[in-house]
């Protein structure tokens, strides 16, 4: 019922920046809250930056001032501005939604923990 499909991930050298966009489809109502999480090779999924649906905002430590989040509630979408990219946020970016409320067989619903598929920054030094 809810599906979420990220895009803008590549290739890009150190300093450089990229926008990743992440849109949630489905007949959905509300989302409590977005984010972004990543995983680089051998190593746990991390939390990246998440946004409340009224706009508040959490960063990890290693990209305050460097990442931006964002969304449109409208458009049910999360964005990540990466600016100033380091060889080590190298990864796989996945887009979370958590507190889903959608429409579906005649009823509302709330999901909670839905991931997209992941998309690849790779950053060169």
């Known amino acids: 019922q809810v599906q979420l499909l990220e895009s803008g991930g590549g290739l890009v050298q150190a300093g450089g920046s990229l926008r990743l966009s992440c849109a949630a489809s489905g007949t959905i109502f509300n989302i409590n809250a977005m984010g972004w999480y990543r995983q680089a090779p051998g190593k746990q999924r991390e939390l990246v930056a998440t946004i409340t649906s009224g706009g508040s905002t959490n960063y990890a430590d290693s990209v305050k001032g460097r990442f931006t989040i964002s969304r449109d509630n409208a458009k049910n979408t999360v964005y990540l501005q990466m600016n100033s990219l380091k060889p080590e946020d190298t990864a796989v970016y996945y887009c979370?939604?958590?507190?889903?409320?959608?429409?579906?067989?005649?009823?509302?619903?709330?999901?909670?923990?839905?991931w997209g598929q992941g998309t690849q920054v790779t950053v060169s030094s």
């Open positions: 979370n939604a958590d507190g889903v409320t959608y429409y579906g067989r005649s009823a509302y619903y709330t999901g909670t923990d839905y």
